[in-house]
């Protein structure tokens, strides 16, 4: 299955003065939070990324470029174990609330800023959050309205 791929963020409203690696960005920060989580695929077990893998895990290499080495743009299950498709498959999915948290803090930096200008930690922050609530689709967090409230 398939949750996202840098290529469809690349048209549209795509600043076409910005370098196509900010359209994986969003991807690959989200890719970086599980791996981080041990919610890694066999896929990336594998000898050859070992390196680039413990790099990513370190700050040492970022997110986009092994995103895009790695997963050519594309965030698949085969990127996460059990725990991390679970995860990835509400919160990322159709009706999942990852693009809108992510707009929500970081809305000024998408497409145009490069990884490097995006807070990891704050990042983190906003992930660890819905896992620890649980609130990670839009279906979820309507029901924790009161029913009084309409908006």
Not at 35 to 63: C, M, P, T, V, Y
Request: proline residues 3%; aromatic residues 18%.
């Amino acid at each position: 299955m398939k949750y996202d791929d840098a290529e469809w963020h690349s048209g549209g409203e795509f600043p076409k003065d910005s370098p196509s690696e900010y359209g994986a960005t969003h991807i690959a920060l989200f890719l970086k939070w599980c791996f981080l989580k041990g919610w890694i695929g066999e896929l990336h077990k594998d000898e050859r990324q070992s390196e680039d893998l413990e790099l990513l895990l370190n700050d040492k290499l970022s997110a986009t470029e092994f995103f895009l080495k790695y997963c050519d743009g594309k965030l698949t299950d085969e990127d996460f174990d059990e725990f991390g498709n679970d995860f990835a498959s509400q919160y990322y999915g159709d009706d999942g609330l990852y693009f809108d948290d992510y707009v929500k803090h970081f809305g000024h930096l998408i497409y145009v800023a490069p990884e490097s200008e995006h807070d990891f930690k704050e990042y983190s922050a906003v992930l660890e959050d819905r896992y620890q609530t649980g609130i990670l689709t839009k279906t979820q967090r309507k029901a924790e309205k009161p029913w009084w409230k309409f908006w």
